[in-house]
């Protein structure tokens, strides 16, 4: 009798061993990939938890960041930066909004480096800078900072100091500057930082600061237009700054009036003041260079919304603070403040006539000054505004 | 299903699957060689196994084609007449196998399925993708063939002893 189970015998050692190792072979591949996908698993994990820790970094900056509500803080666009600068991103560094008076000029170390837009001729140190407003911020180490040859923005580095006085509306990088109206220039001489000087509501001194110009880092030239022939990246600075530090200069189209106005101002050491002014009435083009003035600076008496050219006006009646002639008259600050009849005139450049009116005639551009002033330059007062006056 | 249980429900039908291979390949090696390869393919595709009831069916099913491939891949190159009988393994019934062996590769793996594993008629023709009336000619035609051939082994035997 045959049994059909028998007829191929059964499976032999070496059937069964080959069996076992094929199996053995798939358990460990199986083992392997398991450890694999462990190990993937273990990574992606670590990979979560940094880019969690990374965006908890981010969020905490943010905060810090909503402290500054004027500025956003955000990469260098591409191109701003020279390409073999290695600038980092970071979050601004948290400051103190009440400004201390009469700081320490000593430099605020930053620990990452300095504020810096991409392409600008200026580093800051203080993330409120106004320079620094609109712009998109980055930071700048202080090594590539020395590199580029970028410099410090005079008005926030807190290695700048200026100096002003009590009784003195504008501040100075030179002390020795404006010495003449204090009764002793040795006596209450205040280093202050920019902060400070603009918290004491001192404006820059049109001498020894100069009136702002324009440049770019890579720029020969300072613009007193901010977008000159259509430049960009334009850093506004003193011209101190941008003719003595960074060597730049006058642009020939739009700076040359600047540079010469203010390099007379300069080298004479003398403030333009309506006195000044009346002291000295032989100058040669006196009305050009004072019509193409930007420093003109008057005395504003609050209380009555006047301003004055004399300092000396029989018409002051209350306390008079001296400011830039181009601030007052933009309305930019909503308060209109209207020219003293008494001691400002008004006359447009090269004209016969000085004129009561500013707008007298449809005349445009027109400066102010002190009616002895004028008439000390042979002009006569406007016939239209004479009658005016007589009619008043 | 994880390996271990691959490896619980291999183990467990190891016997079926060498009887099938041998079925077709006649040679112990050439049906370790087939059994391996099915087992990878099998572990490859496990996820194709759509209820792991038919398991053992589908582990076969893919072992009778690797057969196949098995033997497309080795078709003789040689004349026949050098081509060496299958040996009986050992332990095995040397008559029975040699007939099954001389039998045709249609005939006979419904025979080794049917006779061998128990599998009904049906169950072979789906597993061989035939339809049962031929299951059933063919497992006929093998009956046939091995009664004659057991019949003129016993008549030679009695020759021998006689």
Redesign the interface.
């Known amino acids: 009798m045959h049994d059909w189970k028998r007829a191929f015998g059964k499976p032999n050692a070496a059937f069964e061993q080959r069996v076992q190792r094929t199996l053995r072979q798939i358990q460990e591949k199986e083992e392997a990939k398991v450890k694999k996908k462990l190990t993937l698993s273990v990574v992606l994990a670590c990979a979560l938890c940094l880019t969690v820790l990374t965006l908890s970094a981010l969020a905490a900056a943010d905060l810090l960041g909503s402290m500054k509500p004027d500025v956003t803080l955000s990469p260098l666009q591409e191109g701003d930066a020279p390409s073999d600068s290695p600038i980092v991103f970071a979050s601004p560094t948290p400051t103190t909004d009440s400004p201390t008076v009469f700081a320490s000029p000593t430099p605020t170390p930053m620990p990452m480096g300095y504020y810096y837009v991409g392409g600008h001729a200026l580093y800051h140190v203080d993330f409120d800078c106004s320079l620094l407003h609109g712009k998109e911020v980055g930071i700048i180490s202080n090594d590539d900072a020395a590199s580029l040859g970028i410099v410090a923005c005079p008005y926030c580095s807190a290695s700048l100091s200026y100096y002003t006085r009590e009784d003195d509306p504008f501040y100075h990088v030179d002390e020795s500057c404006h010495t003449e109206t204090a009764a002793d220039p040795s006596d209450d001489l205040l280093s202050v930082s920019w902060k400070d000087a603009v918290s004491m509501n001192k404006t820059p001194c049109p001498v020894c600061i100069g009136s702002s110009v324009y440049c770019t880092l890579a720029g020969l030239f300072y613009h007193a237009e901010e977008n000159c022939q259509g430049i960009e990246n334009t850093d506004e600075m003193p011209l101190y700054l941008a003719a003595s530090v960074l060597l730049k200069e006058p642009c020939p189209i739009c700076a040359q009036t600047v540079s010469d106005s203010t390099s007379d101002h300069v080298s004479d050491d003398k403030h333009i003041t309506p006195s000044a002014a009346e002291s000295d009435p032989t100058e040669s083009d006196e009305t050009t260079a004072r019509a193409d003035d930007k420093s003109l600076y008057c005395y504003i008496e609050n209380a009555l919304a006047l301003y004055h050219m004399s300092e000396n006006c029989a018409d002051i009646q209350g306390v008079v603070a001296p400011a830039l002639w181009t601030d007052v008259v933009s309305t930019e600050d909503g308060v209109q403040y209207s020219a003293c009849a008494n001691c400002t005139v008004f006359a447009a450049k090269g004209g016969v006539f000085y004129h009561m009116d500013p707008d007298c005639s449809g005349m445009t551009n027109a400066f102010p000054a002190t009616k002895a002033y004028m008439e000390s330059l042979g002009k006569q007062l406007c016939p239209e505004c004479l009658s005016a006056s007589t009619l008043a | 299903m994880?390996?271990?249980q691959?490896?619980e429900q291999?183990?467990s039908i190891?016997?079926t699957?060498?009887?099938v291979a041998?079925?077709l390949l006649l040679n112990?090696?050439d049906?370790?060689?087939a059994?391996?390869d099915c087992?990878?393919r099998a572990?490859e595709k496990r996820h194709t196994l759509r209820e792991e009831s038919y398991f053992k069916t589908w582990v076969i099913r893919i072992l009778i084609n690797e057969c196949y491939s098995m033997l497309r891949r080795k078709r003789p190159t040689v004349s026949l007449d050098k081509i060496p009988e299958p040996v009986?393994?050992?332990?095995?019934?040397r008559?029975?196998?040699d007939a099954?062996a001389r039998l045709d590769q249609k005939l006979r793996l419904p025979?080794?399925l049917h006779?061998?594993e128990g599998y009904s008629v049906s169950e072979t023709a789906r597993l061989l993708r035939i339809p049962s009336g031929t299951v059933k000619t063919r497992l006929s035609k093998a009956r046939q063939t091995l009664r004659l051939q057991?019949i003129d082994e016993m008549n030679d035997e009695k020759r021998r002893n006689g």
């Not at chain 2, 009986?88 to 019934?93: F, G, I, T, V, W």
Request: glycine share 2%; with cysteine; charged share 15%.
């Open positions: 994880t390996s271990q691959f490896s291999i183990v190891q016997t699957l060498y009887r041998y079925g112990q090696t049906c370790a060689d059994v391996q087992l990878l572990w009986a393994p050992p332990e095995s019934d008559e029975l196998h099954i025979v080794v006779y061998m057991l």
